[in-house]
């Protein structure tokens, strides 16, 4: 849930001090934001529309938070009933924030690592019906590594959710463009495995 850093002076964005968890057992709860380097919430709107996409029942779902910042499309997964919420963050400020938020809601489904999301799915070998990528804006490169990194960890007919600030060119191999929209500057995608049988 990451982003390009904010510039300062006029026209630099401020950060929400809260984000509202929208829908599920968790809904109207509050996530803290930060004001970190290149944090940078996911909308409401861009998790509603997302969460509209999946269907509002994840009961059974195991999902991947790769870049979970504030936490919020983690929380909002298990919020809907996912059985498991992996939420990965290298940042040690972020990581505290995430494991309070954690107690607080007592969302026993999701569980924090301190990592770098990379290496981490590039080490894994565990299936998640969704994985979330909202990397920082302005890397593109990581992007790129990120989806190599997470295609494999994708289930038969399971998802992989990308923001960026361009639209996406292509998919990695055995994916397809399920859906997409766009919100301000924030493109949004849902990808889709190809079933192997």
């Known amino acids: 849930m990451s982003a390009p850093a904010r510039g300062a002076g006029r026209g630099a964005r401020r950060l929400p001090q809260r984000v509202r968890i929208v829908g599920g057992s968790l809904k109207r709860s509050t996530l803290p934001v930060l004001d970190r380097p290149g944090l940078r919430p996911t909308p409401q709107r861009v998790r509603e529309t997302l969460f509209n996409w999946l269907g509002q029942d994840l009961a059974g779902w195991v ?3 790769a870049f979970a910042g504030t936490g919020a499309l983690g929380f909002e997964a298990a919020s809907r009933g996912a059985t498991s919420v992996v939420l990965l963050e290298r940042d040690p400020a972020l990581v505290t924030q995430l494991r309070e938020a954690r107690a607080r809601l007592k969302a026993a489904a999701v569980r924090i690592e301190h990592a770098d999301a990379v290496s981490w799915m590039r080490a894994a070998n565990n299936h998640y019906h969704l994985v979330l990528l ?3 804006f302005d ?3 990581l992007l790129d590594a990120a989806l190599e990194a997470a295609a494999h960890l994708v289930a038969d007919d399971g998802f992989i959710y990308v923001e960026a600030s361009t639209p996406l060119t292509q998919c990695p191999p ?4 399920w859906r997409q929209d766009r919100a301000g500057a924030v493109r949004f995608h849902l990808l889709r495995r190809k079933s192997s049988g």
């Open 174 to 177: 055995g994916f397809a463009l």
């Open 139 to 141: 890397d593109p490169a």
């Open 134 to 136: 909202d990397p920082p």
């Open 63 to 65: 999902c991947l938070d």
